[in-house]
């Protein structure tokens, strides 16, 4: 199986990648098949898309004003 570790957002050339890692674990015995795989991909998903406008809406309203 493969377990999420780590994620994220980049804004390059106005759009957007997300890059991610992972770790790849047997399912059976919970051994470690190998760790720090990575990936990435650009949004051109408009559902996502939102989703990601709504994340840095929620920071900046949340985290970044006083």
Request: charged share 25%; glycine share 10%; with cysteine.
């Amino acid at each position: 199986m493969k377990q999420l570790s780590s994620i994220m957002l980049l804004n390059i050339d106005g759009g957007d990648r997300v890059s991610y890692t992972y770790n790849e674990i047997n399912e059976e015995t919970g051994d470690l098949i190998s760790s720090n795989n990575k990936g990435s991909f650009c949004v051109v998903n408009d559902g996502l898309s939102s989703h990601i406008n709504a994340i840095r809406g929620y920071i900046r309203e949340t985290k970044l004003e006083v």
